[in-house]
């Protein structure tokens, strides 16, 4: 289960790749913006701010998340973003930090830009650090007992899902868009007693959380603590460097052609 709260403990730190991203739309007036995997309708809302004159449509596949971008006055709806159906009066359609979760996500870009109005921008960012230390932590205890029975299918494959920027570049041009794609690393600066524990707990821990009871749950973070110290040891001002991977693609569809 998505806690908002958890989620929204780095904010500061999640919302910059989402600025960056829409940093590259160069969509200069909208009609209708579509936010796909709204979280907490905390960026949401800078989709209305940018693009004052658009209905904003936003939607979520975690009740709870939808419920706390509803608290924000954001007309946030529960629903799959693989099987959403572009309305026909979309120019904008994003999609932050969410297509990791779907496998089949190369599919689905395909499959919108055959499906949106001709210049409709689509900007994704989606997280590649299925490789990281982190990620690597969680496997190697999701593997040991008593928990490999019950975490045998987390999501947490090595190079799972994401693929590099030229791949996508090379999807979307061939499906006669425009493309802008790149990846950043970025070097968040932690604090705390464990940041990166309490950053992951928000989102990479959500299916080990769904999984597991509560006593299950209190006792795999506390092993996975030294775990993580270990991976990424503290400098000696308390402060922990966090690098996390990110790509970016931003493609405007084909445009009919005049005359």
Sequence with gaps: MWDPNVYLAFA???SRPFHDL????????????????CGPGHL?????RRWPGAVIEA?????????????????????DLRTWQPRPDTDVVVSNAALHWVPEHSDLLVRWAGELPPGTWIAVQIPGNFDTPSHAAVRALARREPYAKILRDIPFRVGAVVHSPAHYTNLLMDAGCKVDAWET?????LTGEHPVLEWITGSALVPVRERLDDAGWARFREEL???LDDAY????????????RRLFIVAETARRSRG
């Excluded at 949401?44 to 209305?48: D, E, F, H």
């Excluded at 040891?233 to 996390?244: A, E, L, Q, V």
């Design 22 to 37: 829409l940093s590259r739309v160069g969509a200069k007036s909208a009609r209708r913006v579509v936010d796909l995997g």
């Design 185 to 189: 690393t970025y070097l968040h600066q």
């Design 44 to 48: 949401t809302k800078y989709l209305a």
């Design 12 to 14: 500061d730190h999640r």
């Design 225 to 227: 603590i030294p775990l």
């Design 233 to 244: 040891p503290p400098r000696p001002d308390g402060t922990t460097i966090f690098p996390f």
């Design 59 to 79: 939607m979520d596949s975690s009740p709870e998340m939808v419920a706390a971008a509803r608290e924000r006055g954001i007309d946030a709806t529960v629903g």
